[in-house]
């Protein structure tokens, strides 16, 4: 087993054992990975939004899910945000939109 291999079944182990999220062992918050591609542009927890780019902290979930929806199907128009959620499924955007109406704004 390599080391790297080692370190991260400890680490699924101690997440397992440990259960509730402490600073060392942070569990993901459900959606945080999905919304990780986001994160850069309207920033996530403990990551602010970046200039020039709407907040989309705290907005209602449907209407994230909504606007997921409308630029994938070119009702809004936004050549970047078509090319980021053309390619999620509907649970995915779910999920995200979820996670991000979850947080303060
Ligand atoms: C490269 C930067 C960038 C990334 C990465 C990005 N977006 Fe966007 N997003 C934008 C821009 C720019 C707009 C404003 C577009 C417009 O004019 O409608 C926007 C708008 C939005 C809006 C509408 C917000 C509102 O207030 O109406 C939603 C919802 C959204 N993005 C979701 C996402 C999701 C979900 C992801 C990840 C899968 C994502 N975006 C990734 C740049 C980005």
Redesign the pocket.
Same mark, same amino acid.
């Given at each position: 087993m390599t080391s790297a291999r080692l370190a991260l079944s400890t680490w699924m182990l101690v997440g397992l054992i440990g259960g509730c999220a402490d600073d060392e062992v942070a569990q993901a918050m459900p959606g945080e990975r999905e919304?990780a591609?986001?994160y850069?542009?309207?920033g996530g927890i403990d990551r602010a939004t970046g200039r020039n780019?709407?907040n +989309?902290k705290g +907005?209602d979930r449907n209407y +994230?899910i909504e606007?997921?929806r409308d630029y994938a199907e070119k009702r809004?128009s936004?050549p /970047?945000?078509h090319s980021?959620?053309s390619g +999620?499924s509907e649970p995915q955007r779910h999920v /995200?939109a979820n996670f991000y109406s979850e947080l303060d704004r």
């Open positions: 919304a591609a986001c850069g542009c309207h780019y709407p +989309l +907005l +994230l606007s997921m809004r936004s /970047i945000m980021f959620v +999620l /995200i």
